[in-house]
């Protein structure tokens, strides 16, 4: 009759507790992760809505101010659509390097929504350009060329912002215009070496000059 030493029983007992244990672990750590996954989407939601109810975010425009705007912009050359787009610009830029700002605790949920929210408001009044039946055609092929280029630059910013994080970034913040870029990152020191993944990233995935990409941290 086949029989089990006394000295064996332990270690398969011992082995079966180190493998339950090691289960465990890890369905404790897929369980919290979840959690807290959950949990920072419900922030960020919240977040959202609060920002979006605050109306010195972005500067609400009345509807005769829009429609003023759009004549002047209709009755002028296609620089007026220049100028009106680099004011969006500038606005996101300020707010994003603004200290104060960067010193706030959800500075990356806030500026993002800054950023995406101006950028919506901008291809608001560009799409009342095109479906105004007082823009002439040049107006209408120039307010159209210039909703699919800031389509391009939110797709190229959302890309590189990942790209920052997989390279051990706890967060990142990305705003891109045809000219620069502006990076912030969540690390409390940036070292050479991390300026030099940073850059590189932004350089292969944007047409952009070293010198022309600014490359900060969140205090």
């Known amino acids: 009759m086949f029989t089990i030493k006394k000295p064996a029983i ?3 007992l011992v082995l079966l507790l180190v493998l339950t244990g090691y289960i465990n672990h890890n369905l404790t750590k897929q369980a919290s992760a979840r959690v807290s996954s959950d949990y920072q989407n419900y922030e960020e939601s919240e977040l959202a809505k609060e920002l979006q109810s605050d109306e010195s975010l972005v500067p609400a425009l009345s509807e005769d101010e829009e429609m003023d705007d759009f ?15 680099t004011e969006t610009e500038e606005e996101i830029s300020q707010a ?8 706030s605790k959800n500075y990356f949920i806030e500026q993002r929504l800054s950023r995406d929210k101006l950028r919506a408001s901008l291809i608001d009044r560009l799409n009342a350009i095109v479906n105004n039946e007082n823009s002439s055609q040049q107006m209408i092929d120039e307010a159209q060329k210039k909703i699919m280029e800031i389509g391009n630059l939110s797709e190229k910013e959302l890309t590189i912002e ?11 913040l990305v705003f891109l215009t045809e000219n620069d870029a502006k990076i912030v990152v969540g690390k409390e020191e940036l070292t050479e070496q991390d ?11 944007t047409d ?7 490359i900060m941290k969140k205090n």
């Open 10 to 12: 332990i270690i398969i």
């Open 71 to 85: 004549e002047i912009i209709d009755s002028e050359s296609s620089s007026s659509l220049d100028d009106m787009i």
């Open 96 to 103: 994003i390097s603004s200290e104060e700002r960067l010193i």
């Open 162 to 172: 990942g790209l920052i994080k997989a390279k051990g970034f706890e967060e990142a």
């Open 195 to 205: 300026v030099v993944k940073i850059l590189e990233i932004v350089l292969s995935e």
């Open 208 to 214: 952009l000059d070293a010198e022309n990409v600014n």
